[in-house]
Protein backbone atom coordinates (compact mmCIF):
# COMPACT_ATOMS: atom_id res chain seq x y z
CA UNK A 1 0.00 0.00 0.00
CA UNK A 2 1.42 3.06 -1.15
CA UNK A 3 1.44 6.45 1.24
CA UNK A 4 -1.18 8.86 -0.64
CA UNK A 5 -3.36 5.21 -0.38
CA UNK A 6 -2.74 5.28 3.61
CA UNK A 7 -3.48 9.29 3.13
CA UNK A 8 -6.76 8.49 1.69
CA UNK A 9 -7.89 5.67 4.10
CA UNK A 10 -7.13 8.46 6.78
CA UNK A 11 -9.09 11.04 4.97
CA UNK A 12 -11.81 8.26 5.12
CA UNK A 13 -11.84 7.35 8.81
CA UNK A 14 -12.10 10.65 8.99
CA UNK A 15 -14.96 11.51 7.44
CA UNK A 16 -17.00 9.01 8.33
CA UNK A 17 -15.93 9.91 12.04
CA UNK A 18 -16.81 13.47 10.95
CA UNK A 19 -20.23 12.50 10.20
CA UNK A 20 -20.81 10.04 13.20
CA UNK A 21 -19.90 13.32 15.79
CA UNK A 22 -22.27 15.31 13.57
CA UNK A 23 -25.29 13.57 13.62
CA UNK A 24 -24.73 12.20 16.89
CA UNK A 25 -24.78 16.16 18.39
CA UNK A 26 -27.58 16.81 16.07
CA UNK A 27 -29.93 14.40 17.44
CA UNK A 28 -28.81 14.92 20.61
CA UNK A 29 -29.36 18.50 20.59
CA UNK A 30 -32.27 19.58 22.25
CA UNK A 31 -33.53 21.56 18.65
CA UNK A 32 -34.24 20.25 15.83
CA UNK A 33 -31.65 19.90 13.26
CA UNK A 34 -34.17 20.47 10.73
CA UNK A 35 -35.95 23.62 12.24
CA UNK A 36 -39.56 22.81 11.92
CA UNK A 37 -42.40 25.47 11.42
CA UNK A 38 -43.12 25.36 14.95
CA UNK A 39 -38.91 25.07 16.02
CA UNK A 40 -40.72 22.55 18.06
CA UNK A 41 -37.08 21.15 20.30
CA UNK A 42 -36.38 17.24 19.64
CA UNK A 43 -35.20 16.25 22.80
CA UNK A 44 -36.25 15.89 26.88
CA UNK A 45 -35.79 19.87 28.48
CA UNK A 46 -33.11 20.00 31.13
CA UNK A 47 -34.23 19.36 34.73
CA UNK A 48 -35.87 22.37 36.26
CA UNK A 49 -34.41 24.74 38.23
CA UNK A 50 -35.48 27.78 40.00
CA UNK A 51 -36.06 30.90 37.83
CA UNK A 52 -33.22 33.08 37.54
CA UNK A 53 -33.85 36.94 38.75
CA UNK A 54 -30.99 37.97 36.51
CA UNK A 55 -32.23 40.13 33.95
CA UNK A 56 -30.72 39.42 29.92
CA UNK A 57 -29.87 42.17 27.93
CA UNK A 58 -29.79 40.78 24.01
CA UNK A 59 -27.37 42.67 21.48
CA UNK A 60 -28.55 42.96 17.94
CA UNK A 61 -26.47 45.38 16.26
CA UNK A 62 -27.67 45.49 12.54
CA UNK A 63 -25.42 46.48 9.35
CA UNK A 64 -25.90 49.46 7.05
CA UNK A 65 -28.52 49.04 4.45
CA UNK A 66 -25.73 50.18 1.95
CA UNK A 67 -23.74 46.95 3.03
CA UNK A 68 -22.54 44.68 -0.37
CA UNK A 69 -24.03 41.53 1.26
CA UNK A 70 -27.10 40.56 0.90
CA UNK A 71 -29.21 42.05 3.30
CA UNK A 72 -33.13 42.53 3.63
CA UNK A 73 -35.87 42.57 5.81
CA UNK A 74 -37.49 39.59 4.29
CA UNK A 75 -34.26 37.37 5.27
CA UNK A 76 -33.99 39.37 9.11
CA UNK A 77 -37.34 39.71 10.47
CA UNK A 78 -37.78 36.04 11.08
CA UNK A 79 -34.34 35.44 13.02
CA UNK A 80 -35.31 38.74 15.13
CA UNK A 81 -38.93 37.67 15.60
CA UNK A 82 -37.82 34.17 16.98
CA UNK A 83 -36.76 35.97 19.91
CA UNK A 84 -39.11 38.73 20.37
CA UNK A 85 -41.66 35.72 20.38
CA UNK A 86 -40.29 34.42 23.85
CA UNK A 87 -39.24 37.05 25.82
CA UNK A 88 -40.25 38.01 29.04
CA UNK A 89 -40.09 40.98 32.06
CA UNK A 90 -36.66 39.48 32.28
CA UNK A 91 -35.35 40.06 28.60
CA UNK A 92 -34.73 43.17 26.98
CA UNK A 93 -33.67 43.63 23.23
CA UNK A 94 -31.50 46.46 21.98
CA UNK A 95 -31.52 47.04 18.37
CA UNK A 96 -28.75 48.98 16.90
CA UNK A 97 -29.67 50.87 13.68
CA UNK A 98 -28.05 53.53 11.51
CA UNK A 99 -29.53 56.79 12.21
CA UNK A 100 -29.95 56.82 8.42
CA UNK A 101 -31.47 53.78 8.20
CA UNK A 102 -34.01 54.11 10.92
CA UNK A 103 -36.94 55.56 8.41
CA UNK A 104 -36.60 52.35 6.76
CA UNK A 105 -36.95 50.15 10.44
CA UNK A 106 -39.72 52.90 12.07
CA UNK A 107 -42.83 51.39 10.79
CA UNK A 108 -41.22 47.29 11.58
CA UNK A 109 -40.37 48.83 15.14
CA UNK A 110 -43.42 49.97 15.66
CA UNK A 111 -45.21 46.69 14.77
CA UNK A 112 -43.37 45.09 17.06
CA UNK A 113 -44.10 46.92 19.90
CA UNK A 114 -47.43 46.33 19.28
CA UNK A 115 -47.51 42.50 18.47
CA UNK A 116 -44.94 41.95 20.99
CA UNK A 117 -46.34 44.19 24.02
CA UNK A 118 -44.56 42.11 26.74
CA UNK A 119 -41.26 42.72 25.43
CA UNK A 120 -38.44 45.72 26.16
CA UNK A 121 -36.94 46.49 22.77
CA UNK A 122 -34.70 49.66 22.87
CA UNK A 123 -34.10 50.95 19.49
CA UNK A 124 -30.63 52.81 19.69
CA UNK A 125 -29.91 54.62 16.43
CA UNK A 126 -27.09 56.97 15.93
CA UNK A 127 -24.57 58.22 13.19
CA UNK A 128 -21.66 55.35 12.20
CA UNK A 129 -19.28 54.74 14.66
CA UNK A 130 -15.48 54.47 14.19
CA UNK A 131 -14.22 53.78 17.91
CA UNK A 132 -13.24 50.23 16.14
CA UNK A 133 -12.43 48.53 13.61
CA UNK A 134 -14.83 45.55 14.10
CA UNK A 135 -18.30 47.41 13.20
CA UNK A 136 -19.88 44.52 15.53
CA UNK A 137 -18.37 45.13 18.44
CA UNK A 138 -18.42 49.40 17.61
CA UNK A 139 -22.17 48.64 17.49
CA UNK A 140 -21.91 46.58 21.00
CA UNK A 141 -20.22 49.34 22.67
CA UNK A 142 -22.73 51.95 21.95
CA UNK A 143 -25.74 49.42 23.03
CA UNK A 144 -23.70 48.48 26.38
CA UNK A 145 -24.41 51.74 27.50
CA UNK A 146 -28.38 51.06 27.04
CA UNK A 147 -28.07 47.46 28.73
CA UNK A 148 -29.74 47.05 31.99
CA UNK A 149 -29.12 43.02 32.59
CA UNK A 150 -26.89 41.34 34.74
CA UNK A 151 -26.42 38.91 31.74
CA UNK A 152 -25.79 39.78 28.29
CA UNK A 153 -25.99 37.58 25.29
CA UNK A 154 -24.59 38.44 22.06
CA UNK A 155 -26.07 37.26 18.89
CA UNK A 156 -25.88 37.60 15.15
CA UNK A 157 -28.09 39.24 13.43
CA UNK A 158 -29.47 36.23 11.28
CA UNK A 159 -29.76 33.73 13.97
CA UNK A 160 -33.35 32.00 14.36
CA UNK A 161 -33.91 30.26 17.44
CA UNK A 162 -36.32 27.56 19.00
CA UNK A 163 -39.34 28.55 21.01
CA UNK A 164 -38.17 28.76 25.11
CA UNK A 165 -34.58 28.98 24.19
CA UNK A 166 -34.33 31.87 26.45
CA UNK A 167 -35.96 29.79 29.52
CA UNK A 168 -33.76 26.61 28.59
CA UNK A 169 -30.22 29.20 27.71
CA UNK A 170 -31.64 30.51 31.34
CA UNK A 171 -31.25 27.26 33.11
CA UNK A 172 -28.01 26.17 31.40
CA UNK A 173 -26.42 29.04 32.65
CA UNK A 174 -28.06 28.15 36.23
CA UNK A 175 -26.30 25.05 36.34
CA UNK A 176 -22.59 26.64 36.63
CA UNK A 177 -23.15 30.56 36.34
CA UNK A 178 -19.54 31.62 35.12
CA UNK A 179 -17.72 32.03 31.94
CA UNK A 180 -19.37 32.45 29.04
CA UNK A 181 -22.24 29.63 27.14
CA UNK A 182 -22.13 29.84 23.58
CA UNK A 183 -23.84 28.12 21.08
CA UNK A 184 -22.97 26.15 18.20
CA UNK A 185 -24.92 26.79 14.91
CA UNK A 186 -25.63 25.15 11.65
CA UNK A 187 -27.23 26.06 8.12
CA UNK A 188 -30.53 23.89 7.31
CA UNK A 189 -31.60 25.84 4.38
CA UNK A 190 -29.88 27.08 1.23
CA UNK A 191 -31.52 29.80 -1.13
CA UNK A 192 -29.06 30.00 -3.64
CA UNK A 193 -27.43 26.74 -4.55
CA UNK A 194 -23.75 28.38 -3.88
CA UNK A 195 -24.67 28.83 -0.24
CA UNK A 196 -23.88 25.06 -0.01
CA UNK A 197 -20.02 25.69 0.46
CA UNK A 198 -21.11 27.53 3.56
CA UNK A 199 -23.37 24.46 4.41
CA UNK A 200 -20.36 22.06 3.67
CA UNK A 201 -17.79 24.01 5.55
CA UNK A 202 -19.83 24.62 8.88
CA UNK A 203 -21.20 20.59 8.61
CA UNK A 204 -17.63 18.78 7.63
CA UNK A 205 -15.07 21.09 8.27
CA UNK A 206 -15.61 22.91 11.27
CA UNK A 207 -18.42 21.56 13.72
CA UNK A 208 -17.22 18.24 13.72
CA UNK A 209 -13.74 19.45 15.50
CA UNK A 210 -15.81 21.59 17.60
CA UNK A 211 -17.73 18.90 18.95
CA UNK A 212 -15.08 16.41 19.28
CA UNK A 213 -12.78 19.23 21.44
CA UNK A 214 -16.05 19.74 23.40
CA UNK A 215 -16.09 15.91 24.47
CA UNK A 216 -12.48 15.95 25.17
CA UNK A 217 -12.92 19.06 27.40
CA UNK A 218 -10.53 21.04 25.13
CA UNK A 219 -13.67 23.22 24.29
CA UNK A 220 -12.12 27.23 24.20
CA UNK A 221 -13.89 28.85 22.02
CA UNK A 222 -17.08 31.05 21.57
CA UNK A 223 -19.54 31.49 18.74
CA UNK A 224 -21.10 35.01 17.44
CA UNK A 225 -24.33 33.01 17.13
CA UNK A 226 -25.10 32.81 20.76
CA UNK A 227 -22.91 34.08 24.16
CA UNK A 228 -24.10 34.66 27.11
CA UNK A 229 -21.57 35.77 29.65
CA UNK A 230 -21.71 38.32 33.29
CA UNK A 231 -22.19 42.27 32.07
CA UNK A 232 -19.46 42.74 34.49
CA UNK A 233 -17.01 40.97 32.19
CA UNK A 234 -17.34 44.67 30.44
CA UNK A 235 -16.69 47.14 33.57
CA UNK A 236 -13.65 48.20 32.17
CA UNK A 237 -12.57 49.77 28.94
CA UNK A 238 -9.60 47.68 28.68
CA UNK A 239 -12.32 44.70 27.85
CA UNK A 240 -13.90 46.84 24.67
CA UNK A 241 -9.95 47.27 23.81
CA UNK A 242 -8.88 43.76 23.64
CA UNK A 243 -11.36 42.38 20.82
CA UNK A 244 -12.74 45.51 19.72
CA UNK A 245 -10.14 45.73 16.56
CA UNK A 246 -9.89 41.68 16.32
CA UNK A 247 -11.67 40.26 13.31
CA UNK A 248 -12.74 37.49 15.02
CA UNK A 249 -14.24 39.14 17.96
CA UNK A 250 -16.33 35.96 18.96
CA UNK A 251 -12.53 34.25 18.87
CA UNK A 252 -11.08 36.49 21.36
CA UNK A 253 -14.01 37.33 23.81
CA UNK A 254 -13.68 33.31 24.66
CA UNK A 255 -10.22 34.36 25.32
CA UNK A 256 -11.05 37.32 27.20
CA UNK A 257 -13.46 35.35 29.76
CA UNK A 258 -11.11 32.40 29.66
CA UNK A 259 -13.53 29.63 30.59
CA UNK A 260 -16.40 28.64 29.03
CA UNK A 261 -19.19 25.91 28.12
CA UNK A 262 -21.08 24.85 24.56
CA UNK A 263 -24.58 24.74 24.90
CA UNK A 264 -26.50 21.90 24.40
CA UNK A 265 -28.56 23.88 21.88
CA UNK A 266 -27.90 24.51 17.97
CA UNK A 267 -29.29 27.69 16.72
CA UNK A 268 -29.62 27.93 13.28
CA UNK A 269 -28.75 30.78 10.78
CA UNK A 270 -28.48 30.92 6.57
CA UNK A 271 -26.07 31.35 3.86
CA UNK A 272 -26.22 35.01 1.78
CA UNK A 273 -24.03 33.57 -0.57
CA UNK A 274 -26.38 34.67 -4.04
CA UNK A 275 -23.53 34.03 -6.39
CA UNK A 276 -20.93 31.93 -7.27
CA UNK A 277 -18.45 35.00 -6.34
CA UNK A 278 -20.31 35.84 -3.09
CA UNK A 279 -20.18 32.05 -2.18
CA UNK A 280 -16.15 31.88 -3.20
CA UNK A 281 -15.39 34.53 -1.02
CA UNK A 282 -17.54 33.88 1.69
CA UNK A 283 -15.90 30.43 1.66
CA UNK A 284 -12.00 31.84 1.36
CA UNK A 285 -12.81 34.11 4.67
CA UNK A 286 -14.15 30.90 6.66
CA UNK A 287 -10.83 29.08 5.73
CA UNK A 288 -8.74 32.59 6.58
CA UNK A 289 -10.40 33.36 9.74
CA UNK A 290 -9.80 29.76 11.71
CA UNK A 291 -6.18 29.82 9.96
CA UNK A 292 -5.59 33.35 11.52
CA UNK A 293 -7.24 31.80 14.71
CA UNK A 294 -5.49 28.93 15.21
CA UNK A 295 -2.33 28.55 12.61
CA UNK A 296 -1.68 25.14 14.09
CA UNK A 297 -4.75 23.22 13.69
CA UNK A 298 -5.24 24.59 10.71
CA UNK A 299 -2.59 23.55 9.26
CA UNK A 300 -3.30 19.80 10.83
CA UNK A 301 -6.58 19.77 8.08
CA UNK A 302 -3.15 19.09 5.58
CA UNK A 303 -3.92 15.32 6.30
CA UNK A 304 -7.42 15.60 5.68
CA UNK A 305 -6.73 16.92 2.06
CA UNK A 306 -5.83 13.63 -0.01
CA UNK A 307 -6.04 15.33 -3.81
CA UNK A 308 -3.27 17.48 -2.46
CA UNK A 309 -1.18 14.89 -2.02
CA UNK A 310 -2.64 12.85 -5.16
CA UNK A 311 -2.06 15.79 -7.02
CA UNK A 312 1.95 16.27 -6.44
CA UNK A 313 2.33 12.53 -7.31
CA UNK A 314 0.64 12.87 -10.14
CA UNK A 315 3.51 15.16 -11.52
CA UNK A 316 5.79 12.01 -11.62
CA UNK A 317 3.52 9.25 -11.68
CA UNK A 318 0.43 8.90 -13.50
CA UNK A 319 -0.85 5.88 -11.51
CA UNK A 320 -1.45 8.71 -8.77
CA UNK A 321 -3.98 9.82 -10.70
CA UNK A 322 -6.44 7.13 -9.61
CA UNK A 323 -6.31 8.09 -6.21
CA UNK A 324 -6.81 11.71 -7.06
CA UNK A 325 -9.83 10.79 -8.69
CA UNK A 326 -10.65 8.12 -5.91
CA UNK A 327 -10.15 11.19 -3.08
CA UNK A 328 -12.33 13.36 -5.78
CA UNK A 329 -15.35 10.82 -5.82
CA UNK A 330 -14.60 10.17 -1.87
CA UNK A 331 -15.14 13.95 -0.95
CA UNK A 332 -18.34 13.99 -3.54
CA UNK A 333 -19.61 11.28 -1.67
CA UNK A 334 -19.14 12.86 2.10
CA UNK A 335 -20.15 16.33 0.87
CA UNK A 336 -23.77 14.33 -0.91
CA UNK A 337 -24.55 12.55 2.35
CA UNK A 338 -24.13 15.89 4.54
CA UNK A 339 -26.19 17.23 2.34
CA UNK A 340 -28.86 14.98 2.10
CA UNK A 341 -28.97 15.09 6.08
CA UNK A 342 -29.08 18.54 6.26
CA UNK A 343 -29.90 20.97 3.97
CA UNK A 344 -33.58 21.31 2.46
CA UNK A 345 -34.58 21.59 0.18
CA UNK A 346 -32.30 19.89 -2.29
CA UNK A 347 -32.13 20.50 -5.99
CA UNK A 348 -30.08 19.84 -9.05
CA UNK A 349 -28.52 23.27 -9.03
CA UNK A 350 -26.90 22.36 -6.04
CA UNK A 351 -24.33 19.72 -8.41
CA UNK A 352 -22.34 21.97 -9.90
CA UNK A 353 -20.89 23.35 -6.76
CA UNK A 354 -20.74 20.08 -4.99
CA UNK A 355 -18.53 18.99 -7.87
CA UNK A 356 -16.16 21.85 -7.25
CA UNK A 357 -16.23 21.96 -3.43
CA UNK A 358 -13.16 19.22 -3.22
CA UNK A 359 -11.27 21.37 -5.51
CA UNK A 360 -12.44 24.75 -3.53
CA UNK A 361 -11.15 23.01 0.24
CA UNK A 362 -7.68 22.61 -1.60
CA UNK A 363 -7.71 25.71 -2.98
CA UNK A 364 -8.37 27.73 -0.13
CA UNK A 365 -6.25 25.58 2.17
CA UNK A 366 -3.34 26.89 0.07
CA UNK A 367 -4.76 30.73 -0.34
CA UNK A 368 -5.01 30.92 3.39
CA UNK A 369 -1.32 30.53 3.77
CA UNK A 370 -0.57 33.10 1.29
CA UNK A 371 -0.54 37.20 1.74
CA UNK A 372 -4.00 37.74 1.09
CA UNK A 373 -6.67 39.77 2.37
CA UNK A 374 -10.62 38.68 3.39
CA UNK A 375 -13.22 41.56 3.31
CA UNK A 376 -15.83 42.12 6.02
CA UNK A 377 -17.96 44.88 7.68
CA UNK A 378 -16.97 46.83 3.99
CA UNK A 379 -13.77 46.70 4.33
CA UNK A 380 -10.43 44.88 3.70
CA UNK A 381 -8.47 42.88 6.75
CA UNK A 382 -5.13 41.63 5.82
CA UNK A 383 -4.42 40.69 9.37
CA UNK A 384 -6.83 39.45 12.33
CA UNK A 385 -6.53 43.21 13.90
CA UNK A 386 -6.87 45.86 12.50
CA UNK A 387 -5.68 49.31 14.22
CA UNK A 388 -8.54 51.31 15.31
CA UNK A 389 -9.80 53.54 12.55
CA UNK A 390 -8.16 56.88 12.16
CA UNK A 391 -5.43 55.55 13.81
Known sequence: MSFFEIWLLLFTFWSFF???????????????????????????PLPESPPSPQKISIFKPTPPLSTSFSFDFESILPPLESFLSQMTKDHEMLLGISKR??????KIVDHWKTAYPQTTIKVIHENDHSLYSNPKIDWNHTLSKEAQGDLWLWSDLDITVAPHYLHHLTLEW??????????????????QCWGIWDALFLHFEFLPGVFLLHKRNRFH??????????????????????????????????RLIGHGRLSHMLVQTTSR?????????????????????????YAGLFLLLPLLGSLFASVWSLQALRITAAAWLLELLIGGIILFK????????????????????LFAWIWSWLPTSVKWGGTDWNSPIKSTPGK
Open 18 to 44: SLFLLFRALHDSSIAFQINDDHAPLSA
Open 221 to 254: TAFGAGILFPAQTFAYSSAWNQIGNHLADDFHLA
Open 273 to 297: ASSFREGFWHYLRWHKTVRWCDPCG
Open 174 to 191: NLAPSGYLTNAYHIPTVH
Open 101 to 106: DFPAWQ
Open 342 to 361: TVKPLSLKMLPPLLLWPWLR
